[in-house]
């Protein structure tokens, strides 16, 4: 693999922990600004929309620049977001902050693919594009899991300034690893829309939506869970979440070795599993070893289905992939932006730190069925356009006739 995809992970790193290290603090973080924990859970729903809105603009608006800048951008909006995050002193200006982290987020991770992509050969796509997200994986063994226990032993801000110094880093990586890749020639905006008229993207992107939505209506609210439910101490969710973090790097290893091989089956196999998982967990809340088995497995089953599911969308859009690309990446976002509301919506209601486990259940079945809509609708299209086509003439048949 090109050192140009180390540039790309450590940026993805980066991005991966202030994404999640969140989650680990929303106690802290609920307590000193003297929100409840659901109304603390909007920096999760905030930073996803923002991340879904940003996707497409800020993309649409590097359309003109040539992708290596784009991205060095991307992580300078990205070190500024995370100081303001740092230094907010309401509530509203922390909401903020990880709004404009967020922007960042979805274009650097949908610019970063299409990179990727471009520097290896067609059958190790998927491969390269895993390999850039490793980044965000390892972020979820390494620095999500240190963020978390800062943030607890020091205080939150005190993370949020190192993301901040993390973005630093990713920027210089950046500058002098990753080549000048020259636009290419004939892609506009318009020819990027054009994308969107596919079924088959839009099928994807809403599996993305639906498959690891499932996965945040869980994991979002893992602090109050864990402890409230399971029996662990504060100090045992940044363990827990090293567990989340190790599964994550497993399953996107695995998702990016079958996805360039057979990728509508290791979809099936991750989405069916997601969904069982996510259910088993109401269960498994209640036992310390069971639910960090579980954790674990959602983890390694979620990130699965992140490289067949972006490569879908590279396949599909037909020689104009990076806002479509993008706008993938904001689709998780849009998931884990509707599953953390959710969650947070049956927790209020009164049906415990579990419920959401059951949320994430159902959308990650969901997504399972969307999958297979979308393989039936793809094989009915080939015999279709293999009709529309003319027959090949065989002109020494029609000469032997004669």
């Given at each position: 693999?090109?050192?140009?995809?180390l540039?790309?992970?450590?940026?993805?790193?980066?991005?991966?922990?202030?994404?999640?290290?969140?989650?680990?603090?929303?106690p802290q973080?609920?307590a000193?600004?003297?929100?409840?924990?659901?109304?603390?859970?909007?920096?999760?729903?905030?930073?996803?929309?923002?991340?879904?809105?940003?996707?497409?603009?800020?993309?649409?608006?590097?359309?003109?620049?040539?992708?290596?800048t784009m991205l060095?951008?991307?992580?300078?909006?990205?070190?500024?977001?995370?100081?303001?995050?740092?230094?907010?002193?309401?509530?509203?200006?922390?909401?903020?902050?990880?709004?404009?982290?967020?922007?960042?987020?979805?274009?650097?991770?949908?610019?970063?693919?299409?990179?990727a992509?471009?520097?290896?050969?067609?059958?190790k796509?998927a491969?390269?594009?895993?390999?850039m997200?490793?980044?965000?994986?390892?972020?979820?063994?390494?620095?999500?899991?240190l963020?978390?226990?800062?943030?607890?032993?020091?205080?939150?801000?005190?993370?949020?300034?190192?993301?901040?110094?993390?973005?630093?880093?990713?920027l210089l990586?950046?500058?002098?690893?990753?080549?000048?890749?020259?636009?290419p020639?004939?892609t506009?905006?318009?020819?990027?829309?054009?994308?969107?008229?596919?079924?088959?993207?839009?099928?994807?992107?809403?599996?993305?939506?639906?498959?690891?939505?499932?996965?945040?209506?869980?994991?979002?609210?893992?602090?109050?869970?864990?402890?409230?439910?399971?029996?662990?101490?504060?100090?045992?969710?940044?363990?827990?979440?090293?567990?989340?973090?190790?599964?994550?790097?497993?399953?996107n290893?695995?998702?990016?070795?079958?996805a360039?091989?057979?990728?509508?089956?290791?979809?099936?196999?991750?989405?069916?599993?997601l969904?069982?998982?996510?259910?088993?967990?109401t269960?498994?809340?209640?036992?310390?070893?069971?639910?960090?088995?579980?954790?674990?497995?959602?983890?390694?089953?979620?990130?699965?289905?992140?490289?067949?599911?972006?490569?879908?969308?590279?396949?599909?859009?037909?020689?104009?992939?990076?806002?479509?690309?993008?706008?993938?990446?904001?689709a998780?976002?849009?998931?884990?932006?509707?599953s953390?509301?959710?969650?947070?919506?049956?927790?209020?209601?009164?049906l415990?730190?579990?419920?959401?486990?059951?949320?994430?259940?159902l959308?990650?079945?969901s997504?399972?069925?969307?999958?297979?809509?979308?393989?039936?609708?793809?094989?009915?299209?080939?015999?279709?356009?293999?009709?529309?086509e003319?027959?090949?003439?065989?002109?020494?048949?029609m000469?032997?006739l004669?």
């Amino acid at each position: 693999m090109p050192l140009a995809l180390l540039a790309l992970a450590i940026g993805a790193f980066g991005i991966g922990t202030t994404e999640f290290v969140v989650m680990g603090l929303l106690p802290q973080i609920a307590a000193d600004y003297g929100v409840t924990i659901p109304s603390a859970g909007l920096l999760v729903t905030g930073y996803a929309l923002g991340v879904m809105a940003g996707a497409p603009l800020m993309t649409a608006l590097g359309t003109k620049i040539n992708r290596k800048t784009m991205l060095m951008l991307l992580m300078g909006l990205f070190i500024v977001g995370n100081l303001l995050s740092a230094l907010a002193p309401a509530f509203p200006l922390m909401l903020a902050g990880r709004i404009v982290t967020s922007l960042a987020h979805g274009a650097f991770f949908g610019i970063g693919s299409v990179v990727a992509a471009d520097l290896v050969a067609p059958t190790k796509k998927a491969g390269a594009i895993a390999t850039m997200f490793t980044g965000l994986t390892v972020a979820n063994i390494v620095g999500v899991p240190l963020g978390t226990y800062i943030g607890q032993a020091v205080g939150w801000r005190a993370t949020f300034a190192g993301v901040a110094a993390l973005g630093i880093v990713g920027l210089l990586g950046i500058a002098k690893l990753v080549p000048q890749l020259p636009r290419p020639e004939g892609t506009h905006l318009r020819t990027e829309l054009a994308a969107f008229r596919n079924t088959q993207v839009v099928l994807a992107m809403a599996m993305t939506v639906l498959g690891f939505g499932g996965v945040f209506a869980a994991i979002t609210y893992i602090a109050p869970m864990t402890t409230h439910v399971t029996g662990y101490s504060d100090g045992a969710v940044t363990w827990l979440l090293v567990l989340f973090g190790i599964g994550m790097f497993l399953g996107n290893l695995l998702g990016g070795r079958y996805a360039d091989r057979k990728l509508m089956p290791m979809l099936y196999t991750s989405l069916g599993g997601l969904a069982v998982v996510l259910a088993t967990f109401t269960l498994t809340a209640h036992n310390k070893i069971a639910a960090a088995i579980t954790i674990l497995l959602i983890g390694a089953l979620g990130f699965a289905t992140v490289p067949p599911l972006q490569k879908r969308v590279l396949d599909q859009s037909h020689g104009a992939p990076t806002l479509a690309s993008a706008v993938n990446i904001g689709a998780f976002n849009l998931g884990n932006a509707l599953s953390a509301w959710l969650g947070g919506l049956v927790i209020s209601a009164g049906l415990g730190y579990t419920a959401p486990n059951w949320v994430g259940a159902l959308l990650a079945a969901s997504a399972l069925v969307l999958a297979v809509v979308s393989a039936t609708l793809e094989r009915r299209s080939v015999p279709a356009a293999d009709a529309a086509e003319p027959m090949p003439i065989d002109y020494a048949v029609m000469l032997s006739l004669r």
